[in-house]
C-alpha cells in the first residue's frame, strides 16, 4: 500500500508540473497574430469598438490582435465560422449577443452555431434601452400611449436589430396598440423620421438616445430595463412606474438580459481551461484598464466591463435556460423572420 501510495504521490506531482501555467500561456501568444473578427463591414459601430480595443488587447496578451471585417447575414455567417474554428485561443469575436442571441432562439435559418455553447470572456458595453418619441409628442407617459386612439408607429431596420424586437417586446408588455415599420437603414434615420413626425416611436440605445435627445427633436418616455441611465438619471425604468403581470414582468427582464449581451468577446468551444483563464485575466485588465475608459468615453464608445462569469450566465440564461414554451413565446411577440 506505500508502494502505491508513495507511485499515486509522483503520479501527482508529474502532472501538476506538467499543466500549463500563466507563464506557458504568455509564451504562447508570444510573437503570435490573433484575429478581433468583426461580422459586420469596416466603419460601423463594432468596427470602431473592436479598432480601439485591438491595441489594448495587443498589450495584454503579447500578441499582434489584428481587426477582421467579415460581413455577411447580419454577422450570422461569421459567428458560424467562428464556432468551426479550431479552439486554439487565435480567433474572437466581437459579438452583437443579442441579435446573436435572438436569431438562435426564434431559428433564423441561417444560424449554425449554438451561443450556448460558446466560450465568452468578456462584455464590453452594457446600455439600458429607451422609448423616443418627437418631441411634441401627446405621448408624455406611458399612460399617455394606451390611450392612442390608433396605432402607434415605430421605426425599425429589420426583423432582428434591436429596434424592432424591443418595440414589439414593449408593445405586448404594456398592451399597447403598435405597428413597427421596417426598412430604416438604422436609429438615426429612425431619429430623422421621429424629427419629421413621420414616426412615432424608437426604441434605441441611451447612448445613442442622448445624441438625438441633444439634437432637440426628440425625448425620452420610459427606460425599459432594470437600470437607470448614466444620460437620463431622472427617468425612471418601467419596472419603477408600472404595476406590471408576471407575464409581462417575465417577458421585459428576458429582453433586458438579452440586451444586456451587447457586444460580449467571443470565441470557439471547448478553449483548454489554462488558455482560457489567461484570456479572462487579460480582457478583465484591458477593460478595466483607465486609459482605454477615458479613450471610450471621449469618443463615445463607453465600456461597461462584464466578467467572463455573469457573460456566460447571462447567455446560459437566454439560451439555455429557456424552456420550449418561453421559447415559442419570444418567437411569437418578436415576429422575426426566418431567413
Not at 508513495?6 to 501527482?12: E, H, I, R, T
Not at 441611465?229 to 428576458?254: A, C, G, Q
Request: positive net charge; aromatic residues 8%; charged residues 20%.
Amino acid at each position: 500500500m506505500s508502494a502505491m501510495r508513495l507511485a499515486a504521490a509522483f503520479l501527482s506531482v508529474a502532472m501538476f508540473s506538467t499543466a500549463p501555467t500563466r507563464a506557458d500561456e504568455a509564451e504562447f501568444y508570444k510573437g503570435k497574430t490573433v484575429k478581433m473578427i468583426v461580422g459586420f463591414g469596416p466603419g460601423g459601430g463594432y468596427d470602431a469598438y473592436a479598432r480601439m480595443l485591438a491595441p489594448y488587447f495587443s498589450k495584454r496578451l503579447g500578441a499582434t490582435v489584428v481587426v477582421e471585417n467579415q460581413p455577411g447575414a447580419g454577422s450570422l455567417a461569421a459567428l458560424n465560422r467562428l464556432y468551426a474554428a479550431p479552439p486554439d485561443g487565435l480567433q474572437m469575436m466581437l459579438v452583437n449577443g443579442t441579435a446573436a442571441a435572438l436569431s438562435q432562439i426564434v431559428g433564423v435559418s441561417a444560424v449554425k452555431y449554438d451561443l450556448g455553447k460558446m466560450t465568452h470572456i468578456a462584455t464590453v458595453s452594457v446600455s439600458p434601452w429607451l422609448w423616443l418619441v418627437p418631441k411634441g409628442s401627446p405621448i408624455q407617459s406611458i399612460a399617455d400611449a394606451r390611450k392612442a386612439s390608433g396605432d402607434i408607429l415605430w421605426g425599425a431596420g429589420g426583423p432582428i436589430d434591436g429596434m424592432s424586437d424591443g418595440a414589439q417586446v414593449t408593445c405586448e408588455a404594456l398592451a399597447l396598440k403598435c405597428r413597427v415599420v421596417l426598412g430604416y437603414k438604422g436609429s438615426n434615420d429612425v431619429a430623422l423620421a421621429l424629427a419629421r413626425n413621420e414616426m412615432a416611436s424608437l426604441y434605441v440605445s441611451d447612448t445613442s438616445a442622448n445624441n438625438y435627445v441633444r439634437a432637440g427633436d426628440v425625448r425620452p418616455v420610459a427606460n425599459m430595463s432594470r437600470k437607470r441611465s448614466r444620460f437620463f438619471p431622472s427617468l425612471p425604468t418601467v419596472f419603477e412606474t408600472e404595476k406590471l403581470s408576471p407575464e409581462s414582468e417575465w417577458l421585459l427582464d428576458f429582453h433586458s438580459t438579452v440586451q444586456d449581451l451587447g457586444r460580449i468577446i467571443t470565441l470557439p468551444p471547448n478553449i483548454p481551461a489554462a488558455r482560457l483563464a489567461f484570456l479572462q485575466e487579460a480582457a478583465k485588465q484591458m477593460l478595466t484598464d483607465k486609459e482605454l475608459m477615458e479613450e471610450g468615453e471621449k469618443s463615445q464608445r463607453y465600456i461597461d466591463f462584464v466578467d467572463a462569469a455573469a457573460t456566460t450566465k447571462n447567455v446560459d440564461k437566454v439560451i439555455n435556460q429557456l424552456t420550449p414554451a418561453q421559447r415559442a413565446r419570444v418567437s411569437k411577440v418578436t415576429e422575426i423572420e426566418k431567413k
